[in-house]
């Protein structure tokens, strides 16, 4: 195999584009970080990290952001357990937790920062904000709280003015960017599931996947479908002429034509799927919408290790003609294992006593020094082994 660069050039791996993603994320007494974790971002981002470590934790710091600017912070810290499930449990001082991110483009890395600091009201515990900044690209602090008004009415630190149509004016470009963030993590039998859509919208889990492929422009829809059925021919030859059908009763199914030892195919939907084959669906479909960043939990899971390593290099080609920003978490060497992929573009989690510490890649000498060597391993078998467990081969069953 040979030699990695420690850093690909971007416009020669991911394409150009003006669009905006995010350029660095900081959390301070987030989940089980402890302290201060400020990294940047590239227009995709791999994270690894053993069991229990925080990769989860990362994306759900960008959810947060936009379930803030979609529902109210309120919701946002409701529907996360409460203020005690999502402070760090190493944290001392400062009280509450801060969330900061950087959003730009490839031209102009800081076109928008925005800044949120929460924290439990002593007497009320209800969360309310702390300090909320925006700063533009030109450097000018477009808000600042907390504002006088906000000193003469305590309440009005309860929500956030990203969630506020009337109070986010001045940055309502970072708003509509924040709001565009799309989560996946495919659950199958979700995706089975007939009353699984029950009212719900953008389910991370795929509970409307199928609602939203439906409520798709007919030309796109059946054009992208046509480009997956093609991928699905290759990943399993027996499946063919992947469509959507409505069933009497209103419901929306996935079908196929299963190519068997008799002259006419057997349809088969959703429900005769394979969890890797409605994971993987999902994934092309998401790859291909155009759209804001597109969280990825474990693209691997339930797929031959050889579609698997294809997946960078899909990225790749889908990015050119849809860039979106990709941040995806991972256990798989064989994700890693296309020379396509920069250090840069890849941050490990090392849990410890006092929290996980985030480490960009690059910034890993072990790592880098192996990988400017000459030799023939991959960037999945130079990196696995520095996030496995301590202790993993002392792993057993107790007799």
């Given amino acids: 195999m040979a030699t990695r660069n420690p850093e690909v050039p971007r416009d020669k791996r991911q394409g150009q584009s003006g669009g905006l993603f995010f350029t660095s994320l900081q959390m301070v007494h987030w989940r089980n970080f402890h302290g201060q974790v400020d990294i940047p971002l590239a227009p995709r981002v791999f994270l690894l990290g053993p069991n229990a470590s925080g990769k989860s934790n990362v994306l759900d710091a960008l959810r947060f952001l936009r379930d803030t600017a979609d529902k109210g912070l309120q919701a946002a810290i409701g529907s996360r357990g409460g203020m005690g499930a999502i402070r760090s449990l190493h944290a001392r001082r400062p009280p509450g937790f801060t969330l900061a991110v950087t959003v730009g483009n490839r031209n102009q890395r800081e076109q928008w920062k925005y800044s ?16 909320e900044r925006v700063t533009d690209a030109q450097g000018r602090q477009v808000l600042r709280r907390p504002k006088r008004e906000d000193k003469d009415d305590p309440d009005r630190l309860r929500q956030t003015h990203l969630e506020q149509v009337v109070a986010n ?3 309502r470009p970072l708003t509509e960017f924040l709001t565009s963030i799309r989560y996946l993590h495919i659950v199958p039998q979700l995706m089975r599931d007939l009353d699984r859509s029950a009212g719900r919208r953008n389910d991370p889990f795929g509970a409307d996947f199928l ?14 479908l046509r480009k997956i059925s093609q991928a699905l021919q290759i990943a399993i030859p027996q499946l063919q002429d992947l469509t959507l059908e409505q069933d009497e009763g209103g419901h929306w199914h996935l079908q196929v034509r299963f190519v068997h030892w008799r002259k006419r195919p057997a349809k088969q939907d959703e429900r005769a799927f394979s969890d890797g084959t409605l994971r993987l669906i999902g994934l092309l479909w998401s790859l291909a919408e155009k759209g804001g960043p597109l969280l990825l939990e474990e693209p691997e899971l339930g797929l031959h290790t050889a579609l698997v390593s294809r997946l960078p290099s899909l990225m790749t080609r889908l990015y050119r003609r849809s860039p979106r920003q990709l941040l995806i978490t991972t256990h798989s060497p064989h994700l890693l294992n296309d020379p396509g992929i920069g250090l840069d573009e890849v941050h490990l989690l090392k849990p410890g006593p006092q929290g996980t510490e985030m480490i960009p890649a690059t910034e890993h000498q072990p790592t880098a020094s192996l990988c400017s060597e000459d030799g023939q391993l991959s960037l999945g078998e130079i990196l696995m082994p520095a996030v496995a467990p301590e202790q993993v081969d002392r792993f057993h069953m107790a007799d």
Avoid: G
């Avoid at 949120?116 to 300090?131: D, F, I, M, W």
């Fill in 116 to 131: 949120l600091q929460v924290r439990s009201h002593p007497q009320k515990h209800v969360p309310e904000v702390v300090a």
């Fill in 211 to 224: 609602e939203a492929v439906a409520a798709t422009p007919q030309r796109t829809r059946d054009a992208r």
């Fill in 169 to 171: 004016q001045k940055f």
